[in-house]
């Protein structure tokens, strides 16, 4: 039988619980068996073998709930000259898509780059979003859980039908979602959710990111309905799918019938206090992405409100496309200085048990749980922390820099 290990640290922060000045946590086999003080486990487990991790917290890895693989390629973050707001951007990524000549290979280099960086800076899990099966071939080579979700997106009875065909030929282990509210038949989200709904999978969909899907859902005007008009993007006549005083894409997806505890609603940010009661009510998830959100301009979502309703966030990076840095760490840092009030234990509980739920791992990470993986991080502690207000306050506000230690055994 494997010799347990007795990991002990400055602090343990077990995110399911308080945090432990001189805690410790037993893994046995690659599982953690128990979390909790020092003292008490090496007495209760005098035959453990102890390795001390001093001047560290041990914490879970963490959890980044968003990102698009696929997308590693297209750094507009990086162009010379900023989009200019939310339609802009769909722009110059369809337009960058097409025009860049990137070839299979290089599209595969530069995610397996970013899939190597998260894995340095402590990510075990990713929640990845793609219209083609990149994310899903790269899986395997990930040490820790890569759910890639195959993305659907239209709007014209052409589209769904050939949709349709494709699902009736996937695979059931494959994950499938749709895009957002303002891409996606309505019919299509319903089609594809029914399809999750059946196979227990998660559903991630981008949801009231841009202030103007909320009026082109029940008015059939605004800025994204212009531009999507303009595109040729809506069948015709487009008839607005929510009712005309409708509050916005949380109430559109809950009258559609596709909010559940299996639903992860990406970015919400333009979220009335009514939805906030739905998304509360149904037990659906929600997706922050704080760095994105920045970088395009479309606002900050209600987190307090979130929070208040018992709602705990997942974050998320989303991609290269429309935030300068991919990290988990920086997000939790952006949203801090984007919520002030909001304290740094929440902050740090979104990136990795809210993200471990939204994804349905929550009984193999983001956590120090019993029956979770061994799998957790070693965080060098630069300064000496004297409360956990104290080591919170440090974990939510590293910069990039931070290289935090695997702890494998
Ligand atoms: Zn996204």
């Known amino acids: 039988m494997t010799t347990p290990i007795l990991h002990r640290a400055p602090w343990v922060v077990p995110v399911a619980g308080p945090a432990l000045p001189d805690g410790a946590v037993l893994v046995r086999a690659g599982r953690i068996v128990e979390t909790g003080p020092f003292a008490a486990l090496t007495g209760k487990y005098p035959d ?43 722009a110059t990524l369809l337009d960058l898509r097409l025009s860049h000549q990137a070839t299979g290979d290089e599209i595969e280099a530069a995610a397996r780059a970013v899939l190597a960086r998260q ?45 349709q065909a494709q699902l009736a030929a996937m695979p059931d282990d494959r994950l499938c ?18 399809r999750a709904r059946r196979l227990r999978h998660p559903f991630p ?53 596709i909010l559940d505890p299996l639903t992860i609603c990406v970015h919400a940010v333009h979220v009335a206090p009514e939805e906030i009661r739905i998304l509360a009510d149904t037990g659906a998830r929600v997706c922050l ?9 479309v606002g900050t979502a209600p987190v307090a409100a979130y929070l208040a309703s018992g709602i705990l966030p997942a974050l ?3 991609s290269v496309a429309s935030n300068p840095e991919l990290s988990l ?3 939790m840092r952006l949203l801090r200085a984007d919520h002030t009030a909001i304290e740094p234990a929440q902050v740090f509980a979104m ?12 009984e193999e990470c983001g956590s120090l749980s019993p029956g979770r993986t061994g799998r957790m991080l070693a965080i060098p502690l630069r300064e000496e922390c004297k409360s956990a207000a104290q080591l919170y306050d440090l974990l939510t506000r590293f910069n990039h820099n931070l290289q935090p230690e695997w702890v494998n055994d």
Not at 131 to 159: I, V, W, Y
Not at 213 to 234: K, P, T
Not at 289 to 297: A, F, I, T
Not at 352 to 360: P, S
């Open 205 to 257: 969909i981008h949801v009231a990111e841009p202030d103007s899907e909320a009026e082109m859902l029940s008015r059939g005007s605004g800025e994204l309905f212009s531009f999507l008009d303009g595109r040729r993007f809506l069948e015709h006549p487009y008839q607005p799918p929510a009712p005309i005083d409708n509050p916005g894409s949380v109430r559109y997806l809950h009258d559609l019938g």
């Open 48 to 90: 453990a073998g102890l390795r001390e991790h001093p001047g560290r917290a041990l914490t879970p890895a963490l959890i980044n709930a968003h990102i698009h693989l696929e997308l590693s390629h297209l750094f507009i973050t990086a162009l010379k000259e900023r989009v200019a707001g939310f339609t802009d951007w769909i």
């Open 351 to 362: 990136a990795t048990l809210g993200g471990a739920v939204a994804l349905g791992l929550a």
């Open 119 to 163: 894995q340095e800076q402590g990510v075990i899990a990713l929640g990845d979003i793609g219209n083609t099966d990149l994310g899903s071939r790269l899986a395997p080579e990930f040490s820790g859980f890569l759910r890639h979700f195959q993305e659907f997106l239209g709007r014209s009875a052409k589209t769904r039908r050939s949709v």
């Open 177 to 194: 979602c749709a895009h957002a509210p303002y891409s996606t038949h309505p019919e299509l989200i319903r089609s594809l959710k029914e």
């Open 289 to 297: 992405c704080p760095g994105s959100n920045r970088y395009l301009g």
């Open 316 to 318: 998320g990076t989303d």
């Open 329 to 331: 760490w920086r997000e």
